[in-house]
């Protein structure tokens, strides 16, 4: 088939990111440059869409939305001694084949380009080629234990109650279509909608997530799963659930050690969800209403029920950063903020293959994409659970009387995919977050991001690490566990990142208190921008 034109940067070649990737079924040896510390053994995990041009026998099919492509994923075993192999494989094969074969058969996330896509088709062919629902790759967690499992198995989440497994070493499909939370408990089953980001509780070793049941008045099923992987066990609980008008588009959500908090941000799927039955693609489906406050609903983890809300701002956030108790019982989150849900729709793979668009029209969408750390309290949280309580109980949407969410610290610095310390998650004096970044936008004309910052809360100020012509991806913190210190930075950052000059991808290793690299460790070859990962 004719690929679409991709159009590079010449001051910045950043392209290869997009283009459509190759299996690399076997490990290859990487070539290592400098000195992988002696203490980082183990597996880095990345997925993320890797294929968006398919030769059908329908005619020539190309996705515009960059959360469409066939999902490929991604393992780098680092060994001792500093050896690092790297290998792939295509885990959305079966949609991928499926595709080839009967064109698209099922909802996208966003607009397609197939010469035989009509709705009708779509709708009533999604339930012949099922195959077609699962391989969107947006988080891997290489260790979820699920009841009647022998080990803890690999799986790949998107924002819908769908869950991929995949062979831990070959990264194979393990089971074609997928499963749901409802394998966890049977009350998760029927949810449609999930965050593709669960929250952890590093100490009980727990899951929290959240599943939707649309309808006439939505349901929210939150949850939490405690995976002991020693044993192999795991146990989960419905926390509470609760109803609101809106299918809200969640992408993650926060924790703390005794509360979960739920926010439904004004982007939501429209008809109380229902409209996703009768649209061509997610993102035809999804509503932004810049007059509509954000829902902060806060689930007591030990109580298990909904204890208090509040209103927060009509902006939106993809990613959500970290969240704990301060010394008053008031509730600290972070958050990664962008000023309107809107940004979900500049991610289009023409947008992104595009290195020589006005600079005008990329500054738009700059702003559109752009988020910044916000940091938020859930003053007086004792009073209001009080109040809560005496009201009766949850309502439907915000109250009228809800008191808001209070921003109590912005930093101007762009961020996006943020990493910390994961020992510090809950922690009320965690300091330090990681995250990709455009320090550089001026020097280039395209939409990715060119930097990996270091952000020191408390000081308000940042490290950063970049080259010309290098795209890192998101940075993945992995501890020291040597160290004796116990210092929240002692560790070091793991990115994937592109040579857009020489059209290889490396494994950069950098020192995470100085943000200064240590190690690279060579593919060979260029691979696909992917989205998140995991270090185990």
């Not at 994937?496 to 490396?506: P, Q, R």
Request: hydrophobic share 40%; proline share 6%.
């Amino acid at each position: 088939m004719t690929v679409p034109a991709l159009s590079d940067d010449p001051a910045w070649p950043y392209v290869d990111c997009f283009r459509d990737g190759v299996e690399v079924n076997d490990p290859v040896s990487c070539h290592v440059s400098g000195s992988i510390p002696p203490w980082l053994e183990g597996r880095l995990y990345r997925t993320g869409p890797g294929i968006f041009d398919i030769d059908s026998t329908k005619g020539p099919i190309s996705f515009r939305h960059w959360f469409d492509g066939i999902g490929i994923t991604h393992l780098f075993t680092i060994q001792k001694g500093g050896n690092v192999t790297y290998r792939n494989a295509i885990t959305a094969k079966p949609r991928l084949n499926s595709i080839k074969e009967n064109g698209i058969a099922a909802m996208t996330f966003g607009p397609v380009s197939d010469p035989c896509q009509r709705l009708y088709k779509k709708y009533f062919s999604t339930f012949q080629h099922v195959e077609q629902q699962a391989g969107f790759a947006v988080t891997i967690d290489p260790r979820f234990v699920v009841p009647g499992s022998d080990s803890p198995i690999c799986t790949i989440r998107t924002d819908s109650n769908l869950i991929q497994v995949v062979d831990a070493d070959t990264l194979k499909p393990v089971e074609t279509y997928g499963t749901t939370y409802g394998v966890l408990h049977p009350e998760l089953a029927n949810g449609v909608v999930s965050p593709a980001h669960p929250e952890f509780d590093p100490v009980s070793n727990s899951l929290m997530n959240v599943v939707v049941v649309p309808g006439q008045a939505p349901e929210y099923i939150v949850f939490e799963s405690q995976q002991d992987l020693k044993k192999n066990a795991s146990t989960t609980k419905i926390l509470a659930k609760f109803n609101d008008p809106h299918v809200a588009y969640q992408h993650s959500f926060s924790s703390t050690q005794r509360y979960v908090i739920v926010q439904l941000w004004p982007m939501s799927y429209g008809w109380k969800g229902m409209k996703i039955a009768t649209s061509s693609c997610f993102t035809d489906a999804m509503e932004w209403d810049a007059t509509r406050a954000a829902r902060f609903v806060v689930i007591d983890r030990i109580e298990q029920l909904v204890v208090a809300e509040y209103a927060g701002p009509a902006e939106y956030c993809f990613h959500t950063v970290n969240a704990f108790e301060d010394e008053d019982g008031d509730i600290i989150m972070d958050f990664l903020m962008c000023k309107s849900g809107e940004a979900i729709h500049a991610f289009e793979v023409p947008l992104l293959r595009n290195g020589a668009a006005d600079i005008h029209e990329v500054q738009k969408l700059r702003d559109l994409i752009y988020a910044k750390f916000t940091r938020m309290k859930l003053k007086g949280l004792q009073g209001v659970k009080a109040r809560y309580a005496a009201r009766g109980g949850v309502g439907g949407t915000v109250a009228e009387d809800a008191p808001v969410a209070e921003v109590v610290l912005e930093t101007p610095l762009s961020m996006e995919l943020p990493s910390i310390n994961p020992s510090w998650r809950h922690k009320q004096e965690y300091r330090f977050v990681y995250s990709v970044s455009t320090l550089k936008s001026d020097m280039h004309s395209h939409l990715l991001f060119d930097s990996l910052v270091k952000l020191d809360i408390k000081t308000q100020t940042h490290l950063s690490w970049w080259k010309v012509g290098h795209s890192p991806s998101e940075p993945i913190f992995v501890a020291n566990p040597d160290s004796n210190r116990q210092e929240e930075d002692d560790g070091v950052i793991l990115s994937v990142v592109l040579d857009g000059t020489l059209a290889k991808s490396y494994l950069l290793v950098l020192d995470a208190r100085t943000m200064k690299e240590v190690a690279t460790a060579d593919i060979g070859h260029s691979i696909p921008y992917g989205l998140h990962g995991s270090f185990v």
